[in-house]
T-cell receptor, first 111, second 113 residues
Framework: DAKTTQPPSMDCAEGRAANLPCNHS???????VYWYRQIHSQGPQYIIH?????ETNEMASLIITEDRKSSTLILPHATLRDTAVYYC????????????WGAGTKLIIKP | DGGITQSPKYLFRKEGQNVTLSCEQN?????MYWYRQDPGQGLRLIYY???????QKGDIAEGYSVSREKKESFPLTVTSAQKNPTAFYLC????????????FGEGSRLTVL
């Protein structure tokens, strides 16, 4: 079973920041938080990952709480092309573990 | 362009037939993966390979087979033993077996008639 909890769906207005929450209350000290997204009928796309510090790249920012029990993915200026299912996954940095995918959050960007 | 190429994109087969899905990568990645996705659900791991000539079963390997004879190729055969093969199949690769950063192909949609 997935070790994360995400809302099944969210809406966001185009041009606004989209904040996607993820709960991972049982996360272990060596587990990273990964985010992927999947546009309809395409392969998933890696977005970002982090361990305990906040991370930012050209696609998004990842905010991890100090206790690491939850995180938020932020898309700073959402566009219609950001409409997708967003997956939050926790995984140790270890070859013996594979990504376990939940159902994710369906994010709909509205004009 | 570097990436992962899956073919065919759409495939129809009759019950009782085996079918092979192709996956090729030119990223020089060591690890490759096959996932299955059913409507409205997340991905489930079928097989993965961390190095050439080696592969491991994932969570739902029954009815599937793979080979990894070349670094860049990881074909998946859906056999007649797979009871419910209609699904969206995704191939992915990663630089090595430790990273969780996977690169995915565009997928192959298999429909059994």
């Amino acid at each position: 079973d997935a070790k994360t909890t995400q809302p099944p769906s969210m809406d966001c207005a185009e041009g606004r920041a989209a904040n996607l929450p993820c709960n991972h209350s049982t996360i272990s000290g060596n587990e990273y938080v990964y985010w992927y997204r999947q546009i309809h009928s395409q392969g998933p796309q890696y977005i970002i990952h982090g361990l305990k510090n906040n991370e930012t790249n050209e696609m998004a920012s990842l905010i991890i709480t100090e206790d690491r029990k939850s995180s938020t993915l932020i898309l700073p200026h959402a566009t219609l092309r950001d409409t997708a299912v967003y997956y939050c996954i926790v995984r140790p940095w270890d070859s013996n573990y594979q990504l376990i995918w939940g159902a994710g959050t369906k994010l709909i960007i509205k004009p | 362009d570097g990436g992962i190429t899956q073919s065919p994109k759409y495939l129809f087969r009759k019950e009782g037939q085996n079918v092979t899905l192709s996956c090729e990568q030119n990223l020089n990645h060591d690890a490759m993966y096959w996932y299955r996705q059913d409507p409205g659900q997340g991905l489930r791991l079928i097989y993965y390979s961390q190095i050439v000539n080696d592969f491991q079963k994932g969570d739902i390997a029954e009815g599937y087979s793979v080979s990894r004879e070349k670094k860049e190729s990881f074909p998946l055969t859906v056999t007649s033993a797979q009871k419910n093969p209609t699904a969206f199949y995704l191939c992915a690769s990663s630089r090595d077996r430790d990273t969780g950063e996977l690169f995915f192909g565009e997928g192959s949609r298999l429909t059994v008639l």
